[in-house]
């Protein structure tokens, strides 16, 4: 079983920076596809970015070129680097786990943590 217990969200004017971190129980952290999702109120919960276990990287367009996602087999963690934040990213940031990478972009992932919120205010 894979637990993720995420940090790191919090307040933050538009166009300032945040860095959320994913901490991962268990052995077997490298052969997970990791990703980051959110949600806003009153909205579904979308794909932000996702980290394959073969070092493949994707995000959504409306992060591109803003947001990095990046893991450290190692520390069993994951990392999402916000730049240039909007208001329109405020959402609650979920961390999720599969071995499916398929699985895992689609919102199927087995294992998500708790969330941490981020606010952007204007």
């Known amino acids: 079983q894979v637990q993720l217990v995420e940090s790191g969200g919090g307040l933050v004017q538009a166009g300032g920076s945040l860095r959320l971190s994913c901490a991962a129980s268990?052995?077997?952290?490298?052969?997970?596809?990791m990703g980051w999702f959110r949600q806003a109120p009153g909205s579904d919960r979308d794909f932000v970015a996702t980290?394959?276990?073969?070092?493949?990287?994707y995000y959504a367009g409306s992060v591109k070129g803003r947001f990095t996602i990046s893991r450290d087999n190692a520390k069993n963690t994951v990392y999402l680097q916000m730049n240039a934040l909007k208001p329109e990213d405020t959402a609650v940031y979920y961390c999720?786990?599969?071995?499916?990478?398929?699985?895992?972009?689609?919102?199927?992932?087995?294992?998500w943590g708790q969330g941490t919120q981020v606010t952007v205010s204007s």
């Open positions: 268990g052995r077997t952290f490298s052969t997970y596809a």
């Open positions: 980290h394959t276990s073969d070092d493949r990287i």
């Open positions: 999720a786990a599969d071995i499916s990478p398929v699985h895992l972009s689609a919102g199927r992932a087995d294992h």
